[in-house]
């Protein structure tokens, strides 16, 4: 069974920055498309960002472009999303997730796996 584990959230001003890592455990992670989620409250859990099996495609939803990036390390398992200018509206509960295929999707219902989430909270 397949584990992922995210680093702890945090608070930060707006404009500041967070980088989130994910590692995984129990499965073929280089063969899996990954994928951030957030969630905020009263709000349905949203694709951030996704990378392809070999990190050779990567996709972002609008809000996040130019500011987040989402890398991997095959040799490690683990997944990570760098937050640059962070704005308030980034506020939520960020979750890591794996899908057993080698291209990006953003559909939560396609994933496989998932990470217990951490909280990323920006303050204005």
């Known amino acids: 069974q397949v584990q992922l584990v995210e680093s702890e959230g945090g608070l930060v001003q707006a404009g500041g920055s967070l980088r989130l890592s994910c590692a995984a455990s129990?499965?073929?992670?280089?063969?899996?498309?990954m994928g951030w989620f957030r969630q905020a409250p009263g709000k349905e859990r949203e694709f951030v960002a996704g990378i392809s099996w070999n990190g050779g495609m990567t996709h972002y939803v609008d809000s996040v472009k130019g500011r987040f990036t989402i890398s991997r390390d095959n040799a490690k398992n683990t997944v990570a999303l760098q937050m640059n200018s962070l704005k308030p509206e980034d506020t939520g509960v960020y979750y890591c997730?794996?899908?057993?295929?080698?291209?990006?999707?953003?559909?939560?219902?396609?994933?496989?796996?998932w990470g217990q989430g951490t909280q990323v909270t920006v303050s204005s």
């Open positions: 129990g499965g073929t992670f280089s063969v899996y498309a």
């Open positions: 997730a794996g899908r057993r295929a080698i291209n990006i999707s953003t559909t939560p219902r396609r994933f496989d796996y």
